[in-house]
């Protein structure tokens, strides 16, 4: 006979599902000697996730104009030699 689940236990299982099924997680681990400067600088940020997200979304741009622009150039012309 399966164990009855409490209240509590259910809605964890339901969150958990939840969230595997929604969500992906990355972590990032630092060095508290090594990285200090880096930690010193996420820990002043409002939102650290917002941050990064920041980061994040303005290199894809950087990269996707890149990448236009090195479709319009025209091939480079070889000359003829004389």
Request: glycine fraction near 4%.
């Amino acid at each position: 006979m399966p164990k009855k689940l409490s209240a509590y236990q259910k809605k964890l299982e339901y969150n958990n599902a939840y969230n595997r099924d929604n969500y992906r997680s990355f972590s990032i681990r630092y060095g508290k000697e090594s990285e200090k400067k880096i930690i010193r600088w996420l820990e002043k940020q409002d939102s650290v996730k917002g941050y990064i997200t920041g980061l994040i979304e303005a290199d894809m741009e950087k990269q996707k104009a890149a990448r236009k622009s090195a479709a319009k150039k025209p091939a480079a012309r070889k000359t003829a030699k004389k």
